[in-house]
């Protein structure tokens, strides 16, 4: 994505923003200003914004905007870490918990992510991520989590000695055995660098009839086995999950709009083009054209501004 300089934009942001006027609101321009910078360009806009207009742009941004378009501008109003943090508190507030928002949350987040998720959410919600995470979840569905969570070192390194070991250890743990012993999957999953589950996996052929994936569906249901497919997924290519993910959000006549709002939002500075690539190759048809053909409104038009292009 191509992102404009912010001093030009001041005096266009000032005009144009300070909404909801007496008789409309201008949401293409809302669109064009906010989607094609980035987010510390942003925050320079909302600084001018207040100065300028004595007004929070945030707080004008909700009077003047409503439904989808309003989520997904005021998600862009935050940092990625702090979109995130958000993402996982409404997941778990309230009654009932959105398990799939806090599977792909959690599980498809690097460590060197999570520690900062981590800090900002306790900055946000003055409450730690983890206690709230654990005051909402049971049994081993918890237990991974709280591993995932609890990782303080992103880390590249590969440990060779340690490939065939942990690639036997996973083996013997689930499909060679009757039952499965989660406890062990969730200490090697959760505390090896991605570059070394990767090479595990692949020795994990030698021993096992079924890939690793395979083996997470026989093993294990519900809530765990989707975070241990989430896991393997990222491990092996992470905008290759994400594709999916839209993908799957957009297979009927409309879009879900929670999933593709929170995947655009979260990963426009993150990793979209990657998404976008991979897209492509698993569907014969560009991310652009199917949220074309998917949503409609000011909701599409925020959307395909963000995604960039057609491929």
Not at 281 to 307: F, P, R
């Amino acid at each position: 994505m191509i992102y404009l300089s912010v001093p030009t934009l001041y005096t266009h942001t000032i005009i144009y923003l300070s909404v909801p006027t007496l008789y409309s609101v201008d949401e293409l321009t809302i669109i064009d200003i906010l989607t094609r910078r980035s987010y510390s360009q942003r925050r320079e806009i909302a600084f001018e914004y207040e100065k300028r207009s004595k007004k929070d742009m945030i707080t004008a941004l909700k009077g003047a905007l409503s439904g989808s378009l309003e989520a997904v501008i005021l998600g862009l109003m935050k940092s990625t870490a702090q979109y995130d943090a958000s993402e996982i508190k409404g997941s778990i507030k309230g009654l009932g918990t959105d398990e799939e928002t806090l599977i792909e949350m959690v599980c498809s987040r690097s460590a060197e992510e999570l520690v900062e998720i981590k800090r900002v959410y306790k900055e946000m919600f003055k409450k730690e991520l983890e206690k709230d995470v654990a005051g909402d979840t049971s049994g081993d569905f918890r237990s991974l989590l709280l591993a995932l969570a609890k990782r303080d070192e992103p880390s590249n390194i590969v440990d060779y000695e340690k490939i065939d070991q942990d690639a036997r250890a996973l083996y013997e743990a689930g499909v060679k055995r009757k039952g499965t012993d989660v406890a062990t999957w969730i200490t090697i999953m959760s505390e090896r660098s991605v570059p070394h589950l990767q090479k595990v996996f692949d020795r994990y052929k030698s021993y096992s009839p079924y890939d690793m994936q395979e083996s997470i569906r026989k093993e294990v249901k519900g809530d765990l086995e989707k975070s241990f497919l989430t896991l393997v997924e990222c491990f092996e290519n992470k905008q290759q999950y994400f594709a999916n993910r839209l993908s799957e959000a957009m297979k009927g006549k409309s879009a879900k709009e929670k999933v593709v709002t929170r995947i655009v939002v979260s990963r426009c500075e993150v990793d979209l083009m990657k998404i976008r690539t991979e897209f492509k190759k698993l569907n014969q048809k560009s991310l652009y054209q199917t949220i074309a053909e998917h949503t409609k409104g000011d909701y599409q038009k925020v959307l395909l501004s963000l995604c960039g292009g057609d491929d």
